[in-house]
Structure formats: structure tokens, C-alpha cells
């Protein structure tokens, strides 16, 4: 069986080297989507996607429908925000 790997990213210079990564470890043995999530077409389908998939940074990779560890952060949070100062008197 083929292991279906989704790439999700930003199209950015920082997201870049992870599809290119991606690309050249999986050679011929897995099949690649890329999920660009800049396109705002009403009901974009990668947008969809990344959501289901629970994608919460960029960029984000997923093999068969599963979100890989490293990229199951949670995102900002209010909570960390402010753990970092922000919002605080200096």
C-alpha cells in the first residue's frame, strides 16, 4: 500500500523547505498532496481538510490522514500569550 502524505503550508520561504524535504525523503514510495491554505476561494478544500485533520500550525504534515507528532502543537494560545508577558506592564 501506498502511504498518502499531505503537505500542508503557507507558500512562504518558511514553509518551502519542508515540501521539498518531504519530497526528497519520500522518493517514488509515497504519494505527495500539497495543501496550499493561501487560496480563499469560498469552501477551499484544503482548508477543509486541515481542519479535519486538526492542522493548528504551518507547515504540517500528515500521512494517511494522520497529523505526524511534530506538528500537533497547539498553536498560540491566549494562555501562552500571556505566560510570555504580553499584555503585562513592562
Do not use: W, Y
Not at 27 to 43: F, K, P
Not at 62 to 90: D, F, H, M, R, W
Request: charged share 15%.
Amino acid at each position: 500500500m501506498t502511504r498518502i502524505v499531505e503537505v500542508f503550508t503557507a507558500g512562504c520561504p518558511l514553509c518551502n523547505p519542508v515540501v521539498e524535504l518531504v519530497k526528497s525523503t519520500a522518493g517514488n514510495s509515497c504519494d505527495i498532496i500539497t495543501h496550499n491554505l493561501t487560496e480563499t476561494e469560498a469552501g477551499n478544500p484544503a482548508m477543509r481538510r486541515a481542519r479535519l485533520l486538526g492542522v493548528q500550525t504551518l507547515p504540517a504534515v500528515a500521512v494517511n490522514g494522520a497529523l505526524l507528532a511534530c506538528c500537533q502543537g497547539s498553536g498560540i494560545t491566549k494562555e501562552a500569550l500571556e505566560a510570555a508577558g504580553i499584555g503585562q506592564a513592562a
